[in-house]
């Protein structure tokens, strides 16, 4: 079976960094994803890791690390159209993947 | 280019009775999944669709089938109704299936069950 982790809710501020993490436990790894998910909305993806390291892309960046079972979304320079939530989706030894319950991020000016 | 599109957007139904849901698929992906995703939490993967059969199942009971067409549009159905089938039912769909590939979802169907 799998475990994922994620903190229910975090707040931040307009023009910041946040850090939104993600600890899993599963028996097989074949990558990790994020994806962003607004109110009444479907989820659109964010990001994909499989290695470990760092993934950048534009003011979302992604890190894991296999070895620890760890994983983070860091957004720069916040928005107000960032609050959301934030999906984190590991894909273990079934191939499919699974989903923790989401970390709601709430922007204030 | 449409992209994944799921009807009726909302659905209500009472204890007992069966509701079937609706899903087109991205132009050009074949693999159709479903999720049920509850109030708070995260989408729980129910199951996946390849060329007309089911290639796997999350732990739902029998009580939720499915099914998919040859144009790979998908239907989700649930039988004998419970007040915990409440809930937001999404369907993603995908290219291959392949474990790398990002999944493209629907907005949800939202079936309240009183």
């Known amino acids: 079976g799998q475990n994922i982790d994620q903190p229910t809710e975090m707040t931040a501020t307009e023009g910041a960094i946040v850090q939104i993490n993600c600890t899993y436990q599963?028996?097989?790894?074949?990558?990790l994803f994020w994806y962003q998910q607004h109110a009444g909305e479907a989820p659109t993806f964010l990001s994909y890791?499989?290695?470990?390291g760092l993934e950048e892309k534009g003011r979302f960046s992604s890190f894991l690390s296999r070895s620890k079972g760890y994983s983070y979304l860091l957004l720069k320079e916040l928005q107000m159209k960032d609050s959301a939530s934030y999906l984190c989706?590991?894909?273990?030894?079934?191939?499919?993947?699974?989903f923790g319950r989401g970390t709601s991020l709430i922007v204030h000016p | 280019d449409a992209g994944v599109t799921q009807s009726p957007t909302h659905l209500i139904k009472t204890r007992g009775q069966q509701v079937t849901l609706r899903c087109s698929p991205k132009?050009?992906?074949?693999?159709v999944s479903w999720y049920q995703q509850a109030l708070g939490q995260g989408p729980q993967f129910i199951f996946q669709?390849?060329?007309?059969?089911?290639?796997q199942r999350g732990n739902f009971p029998d009580r939720f089938s499915g099914h998919q067409f040859p144009n790979y549009s998908s239907e989700l159905n649930v039988n004998a109704l419970l007040l915990g089938d409440s809930a937001l039912y999404l369907c993603?769909?995908?290219?291959?299936?392949?474990?790398?590939?990002?999944?493209?979802f629907g907005s949800g169907t939202q079936l309240s069950v009183l």
């Open positions: 993603a769909s995908s290219l291959t299936g392949a474990t790398n590939e990002k999944l493209f």
């Open positions: 599963t028996s097989g790894f074949n990558g």
């Open positions: 890791n499989v290695l470990d």
């Open positions: 989706a590991v894909v273990g030894g079934s191939y499919i993947p699974t």
């Open positions: 132009s050009g992906h074949d693999t």
């Open positions: 669709y390849y060329e007309e059969e089911e290639r």
